[in-house]
């Protein structure tokens, strides 16, 4: 006859008892026996966990090196990577409020994005805002111990000096204004206070700079901090509207420099083909709302698209286009590249009317073989543009060359934010607008992700300054 359940529970229970009083008896026989000298039977709970790190097991090189260690790691899952919560990064939400996916899951919270209308309570955003400021705090964290107590290692603090600035602009771009950075140094809380967008930018901005100042070795990885720093910088200063200082930060930059973000099956997984091609909770979209870029009927070789999987979405309704930029786990991820720096000279140009100087800067990429991801774009598939003819028209080329250049490294949003705010763009001539997948209602007017309504816990935010781009 079957043990009925609550017996098996009793009886389990009855089982785990009887085996901790073996233990403790043979403890006490042990201790009774004087085996053990000053032997004490409540040390047997007395355990080591090996995973627990204590403040003070970091006090020195090792330690600020292990502190490095593990920023980068959460640097990873903020952005290219799967994310350790299990959620998705920054780079596929805006990807999301913006043109380049569509939601094909079941989720609210992943539809509520792509229609352009998020709550507050939103949990998938909320779990990507902390991973993006975990990351960013890892970093800064790490910076302090290596300078501290790897007063040598400066290349290694730059690095972390510039993972600030990186995740400090990236939330800059996506996040409404009213950011927050809280700091924990030496064991205090220092509960941050909001930031306009313009304030959390020259945060950036300071961080960049810093960065480039302490790179100064001859090491391999002071030359990489250095040029990851300096399109960093020259990204800032575009969503600054500072354009000719965004140039200069960026001349030095090869064409050729990739800061690669690495995957692996062993410990993170590329969050492209995670959420795209494996999970298909998100799909590559075409014409999005009316204003959404071709991204897939162009057939441009930059953003290599799947064929069309009839409902394949989770959802089992949404056409599934999967990606093939990253049609692995372990696909490498272009993090930076030199070519947002001719790409930010080009805008340069723009602002300066030289359209001389603007097509050149723009024709640069197209002139060798440039590797994204898992694909090798060649100048046969990519021939040189032409000007336009006129200003309009060159905005529109060069933000299509950034979104083609560009797709799923989370710079689609703040561009289109950037077209309203800086190019006087109305919004509903910029983002998806009209009928939200059909009969089911209409976009929204969101233009950026808020922050979301856990940050209250920190009384010094009371919610988004505004919503504005």
Same mark, same amino acid.
Request: net charge neutral; aromatic share 6%; hydrophobic share 40%.
């Given at each position: 006859?079957?043990?009925?359940?609550?017996?098996?529970?009793?009886?389990?229970?009855?089982?785990?008892?009887?085996?901790? $009083?073996?233990?403790?008896? =043979?403890?006490?026989?042990?201790?009774?026996?004087?085996?053990?000298?000053?032997?004490?039977?409540?040390?047997?709970?007395?355990?080591?966990?090996?995973?627990?790190?204590?403040?003070?097991?970091?006090?020195?090189?090792?330690?600020?090196?292990? *502190?490095?260690?593990?920023?980068?790691?959460?640097?990873?899952?903020?952005?290219?990577?799967?994310?350790?919560?299990?959620?998705?990064?920054?780079?596929? *939400? +805006?990807?999301?409020?913006?043109?380049?996916?569509?939601?094909?899951?079941?989720?609210?919270?992943?539809?509520?994005?792509?229609?352009?209308?998020?709550?507050?309570?939103?949990?998938?955003?909320?779990?990507?805002?902390?991973?993006?400021?975990? $990351?960013?705090?890892?970093?800064?964290?790490?910076?302090?111990?290596?300078?501290?107590?790897?007063?040598?290692?400066?290349?290694?603090?730059?690095?972390?000096?510039?993972?600030?600035?990186?995740? !400090?602009?990236?939330? &800059?771009?996506? @996040?409404?204004?009213?950011?927050?950075?809280?700091?924990?140094?030496?064991?205090?809380?220092?509960?941050? !206070?909001?930031?306009?967008?313009?304030?959390?930018?020259?945060?950036?901005?300071?961080?960049?700079?810093?960065?480039?100042?302490?790179?100064?070795?001859?090491?391999?990885?002071?030359?990489?901090?250095?040029?990851?720093?300096?399109?960093?910088?020259?990204?800032?200063?575009?969503?600054?509207?500072?354009?000719?200082?965004?140039?200069?930060?960026?001349?030095? =930059?090869?064409?050729?420099?990739?800061?690669? %973000?690495?995957?692996?099956?062993?410990?993170?997984?590329?969050?492209?083909? +995670?959420?795209?091609?494996?999970?298909?909770?998100?799909?590559?979209?075409?014409?999005?709302?009316?204003?959404?870029?071709?991204?897939?009927?162009?057939?441009?070789?930059?953003?290599?698209?799947?064929?069309? =999987?009839?409902?394949?979405?989770?959802?089992?309704?949404?056409? @599934?286009?999967?990606?093939?930029?990253?049609?692995?786990?372990?696909? +490498?991820?272009?993090?930076?590249?030199?070519? !947002?720096?001719?790409?930010?000279? $080009?805008?340069?140009?723009?602002?300066?009317?030289?359209?001389?100087?603007?097509?050149?800067?723009?024709?640069?990429?197209?002139?060798?073989?440039?590797?994204?991801?898992?694909?090798?774009?060649?100048?046969?598939?990519?021939? &040189?543009?032409?000007?336009?003819?006129?200003?309009?028209?060159?905005?529109? *080329?060069?933000?299509?060359?950034?979104?083609?250049?560009?797709?799923?490294?989370?710079?689609?949003?703040?561009?289109?934010?950037?077209?309203?705010?800086?190019?006087?763009?109305? %919004?509903?001539?910029?983002?998806?607008?009209?009928?939200?997948?059909?009969?089911?209602?209409?976009?929204?007017?969101?233009?950026?992700?808020?922050?979301?309504?856990?940050?209250?816990?920190?009384?010094?935010?009371?919610?988004?300054?505004?919503?504005?781009?």
């Amino acid at each position: 006859m079957p043990i009925p359940a609550f017996q098996m529970k009793n009886r389990m229970l009855h089982h785990r008892a009887s085996q901790l $009083a073996r233990r403790f008896a =043979v403890v006490a026989t042990v201790c009774a026996s004087g085996v053990a000298a000053a032997c004490n039977p409540s040390e047997v709970l007395d355990v080591v966990d090996p995973d627990i790190i204590a403040p003070e097991q970091v006090n020195d090189s090792a330690g600020a090196e292990a *502190l490095r260690i593990g920023a980068l790691a959460r640097f990873n899952g903020a952005t290219s990577g799967l994310a350790l919560s299990g959620n998705e990064g920054l780079f596929i *939400l +805006s990807g999301t409020l913006a043109d380049e996916l569509r939601s094909s899951d079941t989720f609210v919270q992943r539809d509520e994005t792509d229609a352009r209308g998020i709550s507050l309570s939103n949990a998938n955003l909320n779990t990507a805002i902390r991973d993006a400021q975990r $990351a960013r705090l890892s970093a800064a964290q790490a910076k302090r111990a290596l300078l501290k107590y790897a007063v040598s290692r400066k290349s290694q603090a730059a690095e972390m000096l510039f993972v600030e600035a990186y995740m !400090e602009n990236l939330m &800059a771009e996506t @996040l409404c204004s009213g950011l927050t950075f809280s700091d924990f140094i030496e064991g205090a809380e220092s509960l941050g !206070e909001r930031n306009t967008t313009v304030q959390a930018l020259q945060r950036a901005l300071a961080h960049a700079d810093s960065a480039i100042a302490l790179a100064t070795g001859t090491d391999a990885l002071a030359g990489t901090v250095r040029n990851a720093a300096a399109v960093t910088k020259g990204r800032i200063l575009i969503n600054l509207g500072r354009f000719a200082e965004a140039a200069t930060a960026v001349a030095s =930059v090869p064409t050729t420099f990739v800061l690669t %973000a690495e995957q692996s099956q062993t410990s993170r997984d590329n969050a492209a083909w +995670s959420w795209i091609n494996n999970q298909r909770r998100f799909t590559v979209v075409d014409k999005e709302g009316t204003n959404g870029l071709d991204f897939i009927t162009a057939n441009d070789p930059r953003v290599p698209v799947a064929a069309r =999987v009839a409902n394949g979405g989770f959802d089992a309704n949404v056409d @599934l286009y999967r990606q093939n930029l990253y049609p692995t786990r372990e696909t +490498s991820f272009p993090l930076i590249t030199g070519i !947002e720096a001719r790409l930010i000279e $080009a805008e340069a140009a723009l602002q300066a009317n030289n359209p001389t100087l603007f097509l050149s800067k723009l024709n640069d990429p197209r002139s060798a073989n440039r590797t994204l991801g898992a694909v090798t774009v060649t100048p046969a598939q990519l021939p &040189a543009l032409a000007d336009p003819g006129n200003q309009t028209a060159r905005v529109d *080329l060069l933000f299509r060359e950034r979104a083609f250049w560009m797709y799923l490294t989370g710079h689609r949003l703040g561009d289109l934010r950037r077209l309203v705010r800086q190019y006087n763009r109305p %919004a509903n001539s910029v983002y998806p607008t009209g009928a939200w997948l059909a009969g089911t209602g209409n976009y929204g007017t969101d233009v950026n992700l808020p922050v979301t309504q856990a940050e209250e816990n920190n009384p010094n935010f009371t919610g988004c300054i505004d919503r504005n781009a």
